[in-house]
């Protein structure tokens, strides 16, 4: 074997594993999304809090391994930097990490849900504080209840305008009660899932290394704003179908 082949392999290889060191997480787009959240337990929560560090629009995001108490490189540079010179500090706050929730989810081709996109359910999608805190409120009224039921629950539809850290805004509603296919009614392990979406220590700090490298950059597109929750609207319940 030449070896010219092996360093392209040995590419392929890198690139291979950056993608399957970080990856099932679907992210809500500009529009209407609709999903399915799938249960996880009775007693479980059915999201899961994650430190996220946003290290510049090249390099995108990071999900800290020390949410699940493993050791994070991006979480160490990050604290250090916080206790040092001014310049230090400043360069912290251009990675300022923020908190998502993470939730597994059945994820719709359309906004009606006619039919199943295979690649995205079954994975995590990333949800802001409002939308999760919203969520709650969903789950906890009891006129809406347990929409991680299989055969009870219910849909929902997320909606986003705007793309940047200060136009972005979410609004959630619920859908009418539906069953799942039998296939997604199996409990899934949030942790397991959660343990995909985090690099390893090496991966993470090669991604640290190229956002110092190329400067700290504030542009957030991907990030989104916190806005104050919209009024939601209430599914319909049986009694009104």
Known sequence: MSESLKE??????????????????VFIKEGTTRIRILPVGEEE????????????????????????????PVQEAYEELREGSDDDKELAKSFTPRTKYLVPAIV???????????????????LTPTIYGEIIDMFLDPDLGDFTDPKEGYDLKIKRTGTGK??????VTGMRPSSIPKE?????DLTE???????????????????????????????????????????PTKGDM
């Open 108 to 126: 719709y081709e359309d906004d009606r849900g006619k039919g199943i996109d295979k690649e995205k359910s079954g994975q995590l999608v990333m």
């Open 166 to 171: 200060t136009d972005t805004e979410y609004s």
């Open 193 to 235: 899932l959660a343990k995909k979406a985090v690099l390893s220590y090496d991966q993470a700090k090669e991604k640290l290394e190229e956002f110092l490298l190329g400067g700290a950059d504030a542009d957030e597109e991907e990030e989104e704003k916190e806005s104050r929750p919209r009024k939601k609207k209430k599914r």
């Open 8 to 25: 392209r392999l040995a590419k392929k290889r890198k690139k291979l594993a950056e993608k399957s060191g970080q990856s099932g997480i």
């Open 184 to 188: 997604w009614s199996k409990e899934v």
């Open 45 to 72: 929560d059915w999201a899961i809090e994650m430190t996220h560090f946003y290290l510049g629009p090249k390099v995108k995001g990071v999900f800290s391994a020390a949410s699940l108490g493993d050791p994070c």
